[in-house]
């Protein structure tokens, strides 16, 4: 099973995958604007939630709903068998009336026998944990997009080295990378320590 985000939902990927037997599930946004406004336009409101959870943590609290829809005709995109709405409302807990509300759609190739909704559901909210875990931190924390290392083989590099220190801290149960490269910067001896070169 492969998740992807917006970036690998081509239909090229998806011919790959096909004749490997790889099953996947993409995200649509506007890189694919015929694609996003077919499913956008989709009876989602005769559609009954499939699945519903409520998270409460980093200073909010998250309501997520999933439906699902069996493609027939009509998408024009190779190998999807299912449409999928996810829907997270979002409050921060320190504004109880303001909620924010985030629609986004998926695709995947599996059939509704190949896989229930809860099972998606997982496979979707694991792709973000993935995302926030390593995506996040190397956009936010490493604030790689400013990085101005551009030629030869540099941004390969610089990345390499990121997702070293990453791992490192990770390992090492470390859950906050922010605050662990803060630590780590405050004595040249601690990174050292943490690598296990003393």
């Known amino acids: ?36 406004s077919q499913l956008a336009g989709l009876p989602w409101r005769a559609v009954p939630d499939a699945t519903r959870d409520t998270d409460r943590g980093h200073g909010r609290r998250e309501i997520r709903t999933l439906k699902v829809l069996t493609l027939s005709t009509g998408i024009d995109f190779p190998h999807a068998a299912q449409a999928l ?31 229930k909704p809860a099972q998606l559901a997982t496979w979707i909210r ?36 990121r997702n070293a220190a990453i791992g490192a801290l990770r390992t090492a149960g470390i859950a906050n990378i922010a605050a662990a490269n803060r630590h780590h910067a405050r004595d040249s001896t601690r990174p050292l320590a943490l690598l296990g070169i003393t």
């Open 1 to 36: 099973m492969i998740t992807a985000d917006a970036l690998h939902c081509q239909r090229e990927h998806v011919d790959y995958l096909a004749e490997r037997g790889a099953h996947w599930i993409l995200t649509v946004k506007g890189n694919q604007p015929s694609l996003h």
């Open 85 to 115: 709405q996810i829907r997270r409302r979002r409050r921060r807990l320190d504004q109880p009336k303001r909620f924010t509300t985030e629609t986004v759609y998926a695709i995947t190739d599996l059939r509704a026998h190949q896989a």
């Open 126 to 161: 694991g792709h973000w944990s993935i995302e926030n875990k390593i995506h996040w931190v190397r956009d936010v924390t490493y604030d790689e997009d400013c990085c101005q290392i551009r030629t030869g083989t540099g941004p390969e590099v610089m990345a390499a080295l």
